[in-house]
């Protein structure tokens, strides 16, 4: 009897760690999105090699990944509103449509042997207006896939797993396709991926619902979002905290082709193996959060998750050792992943419906928004006192981070315990 009870309470516990495929619009994206970000993943990778490849200077990797991402942080507020306002579902077929356009003029023109670095950059912040629109129309969505709210956790926790499933594979693949054919492969198998989330898109039946009226000024809505998200403590800290870290931390990103030819001496396969590891780390934080019963403690799992992070870059910035610096990707993976995807959740969780758009805008502006600054700062910064040095400053930043998130978790906890029993997430009491 008792190995039959342990095999029962194992099926119960896959079930629940998938509970959101239940629900049939969410199983299409997820199905679709686990195709396209293998290809985004391997793009990100060709992207940075072939800067590094064509200039051999990290001051222009930070300036490429500026460029492409400063959009975000100056659209997305606005974005928010719109996605309060406009149809998410039909949005987001245009956003992914004009993606896809995207990377296959860069394939294009790799491909015929006319890239240069003015085509890099200019391709680089048409991707960023595209994505400045569409993180918040994604974000806010994924809430009009899931019928039963209390799936609404599992969800962002199965889409954080095929993020950083997609994390694993495609930098593993576009390592070895670089190295074989080139980067313009990966930016053309990018452009083809991404039929399979517009076909998922195109196939959901998604109910209309009530939208706030577009008659409104929009400034207005834009002030009253970041209103409502910074007198709201729970929301102003997580923002704050996320914004550090991708200030501050992100950077890593930019900087991996620096440790991957010039810290450790490897090859494009290097780099694959690095970012695989990342992902790893990544997938085995969103498996964990998947298994999590609801979203209590979420708060502490914040703070924990990106001084976990802030050590592993520490520690990584000094290391010279391939193998364990897989180690510690797998490590910064981790954190990372676990301190994004629980402030996710944790804002999805507590934020007001007809502010959703708005404050998941302001997710992005912290979570993508600050990363081109990050990358530029980090660019700079490794041009003059080296990548390792640049990390390590980093690291300790957020390790600083979470310790003043830390401090005010109790007063913290009781107001997200509130809003969770007032939403009737939990019971009250």
């Known amino acids: 009897m008792k190995p039959r009870t342990t095999k029962s309470n194992g099926a119960i516990d896959l079930k629940r760690m998938v509970r959101a495929l239940r629900h049939r619009n969410y199983r299409l994206f997820f199905a679709g999105q686990g195709i396209s970000l293998i290809g985004t ?13 064509l200039t051999n200077s990290a001051f222009l990797l930070g300036l490429v990944g500026f460029t492409g991402q400063l959009p975000i942080f100056l659209l997305t507020p606005v974005a928010g509103v719109l996605a309060d306002r406009l149809n998410r579902h039909r949005m987001l077929v245009v956003t992914q449509t004009l993606a896809m356009m995207q990377a296959l003029a860069l394939a294009l023109l790799i491909l015929t042997g006319t890239i240069a670095v003015w085509h890099i950059v200019s391709l680089s912040i048409f991707l960023g207006f595209v994505d400045a629109l569409d993180m918040p129309f994604r974000q806010s969505f994924l809430v009009e896939m899931i019928e039963k709210r209390e799936d609404l956790g599992n969800a962002i926790a ?25 980067e ?15 076909a998922s898109l195109l196939a959901m039946k998604i ?15 834009v002030q009253e979002g970041f209103s409502y998200a910074f007198g709201f403590a729970p929301i102003r800290s997580v923002l704050l905290l996320i914004s550090l870290m991708s200030l501050l931390g992100m950077p890593l990103t930019v900087l991996m082709p620096v440790f991957a030819r010039d810290i450790l001496h490897g090859d494009s396969h290097m780099l694959g193996f690095l970012m695989g590891a990342s992902g790893t780390g990544a997938l085995v934080g969103a498996v ?7 979203v209590l403690g979420l708060e502490k799992w914040t703070a924990l998750a990106c001084g976990i992070f802030g050590v592993g870059l520490i520690i990584f910035s000094q290391s010279r050792n391939f193998f364990f610096s897989l180690l510690l990707m797998f490590t910064t993976g981790f954190g990372m992943m676990v301190q994004n995807a629980s402030g996710n959740t944790l804002l999805q969780a507590v934020v007001d419906e007809d502010k959703r758009g708005r404050v998941m805008s302001l997710f992005t502006m912290a979570f993508r928004g600050m990363v081109p600054f990050g990358s530029l700062l980090g660019g700079s910064l490794a041009s003059k006192i080296g990548a ?9 930043s957020c390790v600083l981070g ?28």
């Open 207 to 221: 109910v209309a619902k009530r939208i706030e009226s577009p008659g409104r000024d929009l400034l207005q809505g």
């Open 41 to 53: 993943w391997m793009q990100r990778i060709a992207m940075g090699w072939l800067v590094y490849r």
């Open 288 to 294: 964990y959060l998947a298994s999590r019963r609801s």
């Open 402 to 429: 979470a310790l003043l998130f830390a401090r005010g978790l109790p007063s913290m906890t009781k107001e997200i315990r509130s809003t969770y029993a007032r939403k009737g997430i939990v019971p009250e009491g």
């Open 158 to 182: 199965l889409n954080s797993s095929i993020v950083n499933s997609a994390r694993l594979i495609g930098p593993s693949i576009a390592g070895i396709l670089i190295a074989y054919v080139g």
């Open 184 to 198: 313009g492969v990966c930016f053309l198998l990018n452009a083809i991926s991404y039929l399979a989330v517009i």
């Open 388 to 396: 390792p040095n640049t990390v390590l400053i980093g690291g300790a």
